[in-house]
């Protein structure tokens, strides 16, 4: 091992592992050396209708390009998640609710009441029509019926849309309409830090532009006064009173779709990841049992939200697959106080939890007195996702919340990936604070530089994946071009994960950040072109160039340059206008920390922008721009620096 720091598996943690070192060693090598025998073992812990013959069945080419799993096997996500354990583990917790308010009462839901709230789910949304591969939009706060919706999907094949309750209007009709959803089920309000977040008033906005929206089912959640359109809008607790909790599931193809998630590209509109049923559900189960160390009884807690795929994945499917119990958060961690996520925990006496490095990084902001006022003894294991995590964070969280005793697991995946590809198992793997470790099972990376070039030993480069894995998506929806385009096409038969890489001389992975225009605000996946957008669809805005900059909280804080049309005059009015606008446009995710007005932006003579140099401006880096001699116009670089902004 080199000479940072490094924390070995603790010796308790290796005797009793599922998977201890030299059992990683050698299953991670039969995924790799035969993985059709790995993966036919493997798929098999998931329970088929009609059992898969066929294991895998891929290709990364252009002439022969696709991608399946399982593909002759027949099964139902819903009846995995719930009918199969009703036997054995029927009366145990499979979801516990957790409330904005600290005085609110927790909701404790068995497994064999969740199946009775999936079905009576499922048959609301047949009576209102819908059918196997509709596609339908959940727009809801993180309540138990979020979960139920979900599963009632899964459970009548039709293809859920979950779309983040931060959202506005503008960014949800663009989801609606992309996949041409018929249905969307929402709730009156969320709530959230306190604060409620009009979500049926932004649906009924939306849907004015969504001529596919024939009904909307809105729950209860608040009971705050919402308006309903005759004929489209019903209350969900209405017409579940009147259809029974018994609905079979339909047996679905391995490949079938099984949800459709926007996420933000470096260019155009977000893209429609579809996963499909048999793979995803088999690397989101295993995942979850493998790197969380997931025993039965135990309580595991998820802090995300299910409207992006860590909520998807070790919120509902990986947790529910496994029988396990999971723990909904409806509210924020630091909300009433910066104690509350561990007030949480020891509420709910929380084994597992996992988070994100912005919430850390915002907790340990307030100092350990919030979190050692609490007591924790009943965590065991963390995780965190989402960014890379700076190794302050990372032993801040060991030492402190964790106090030593928690192993910490940094898991690197994307939305595109399914559930995690790069992290360190529990029982297996020593510990490096920043790095994510190694790969999972059947995970093939590549380190490679611009042109391809594949580098060997300790490196830094761009990660690429040489395989595909089960949990891979399928295709972008209705632009399978876009897939192969976006993912296949800069490294001939790669699959590009658009992050920087460093491998070190122990074979560790260093997820160094996006190396495209996508960045990561407090964990939240952003385009930069989104943004853009946006603020040029303002009336005063000629254009604009957005990029991402270092910040203390939030990992990149968003760093807007605007140039007003001719006539228009910067001021801090305006200023605010802009921000304002672009929270309106996309969703209060979106915020532009910064907005510099300049008069023109440095561009090459062929008129594209250099936003290596509009990234180092943000950075305060200003003392070495590179080469500006290809600008159209070289002195525009100046002004840029003596009007920074901040
Ligand atoms: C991007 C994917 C993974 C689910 C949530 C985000 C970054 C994610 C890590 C990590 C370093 C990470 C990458 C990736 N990322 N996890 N553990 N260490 N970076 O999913 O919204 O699709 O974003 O998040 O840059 O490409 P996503």
Redesign the pocket.
Known sequence: MSAETVIPVPAEWAARAKVDTARYAEMYRQSLGAPDAFWLEHGRRIDWIKPFTKVSNWSFDEADFGIKWFEDGVLNVSANCLDRHLESRGDDIAIIWEPDDPKAEPRRISYRELHAEVCRFANVLKAAGAKKGDRITIYLPMIPEAAFAMLACTRIGAIHSVVFGGFSPDSIAGRVQDCDSNIIITADEGLRGGRKVALKANVDVAVESCPSVKKVVVVRHTGGEVAMTAGRDFWYHEAAAGVSADCPPEPMGAEDPLFILY?SGSTGKPKGVLHTTGGYLVWASLTHELLFDYRRGEIYWCAADVG???GHSYIVYGPLANGATTLMYEGVPNWPTPSRIWEVVDRHQVNILYTAPTVLRSLMREGDGPVTSTSRKSLRLLG??????NPEAWLWYHRVPGEGRCPII???????TGAAMIAPFPGATDLKPGS?TKPFFGVALEIVDADGKVLEGATEGNLVVTRSWPGQMRTVWGDHARFFQTYFSTYKGKYF???GCRRDADGYFW?T??VDDVI?VS???MGTAEVESALVAHAKVAEAAVVGFPHDIKGQGIYAYVTLNAGEEPSDDLRSELVKWVRTEIGPIATPDTIQFSPGLPKTRSGKIMRRILRKIAEGDTSNLGDTTTLADPSVVDSLVANRAR
């Open positions: 996420t992006w795929v860590t965190t996702v989402g960014e890379p995590i940094d898991t690197w995946w994307q939305t595109e994510a994960t658009g992050d997820i950040g996006r990561n964990g939240h996946r």
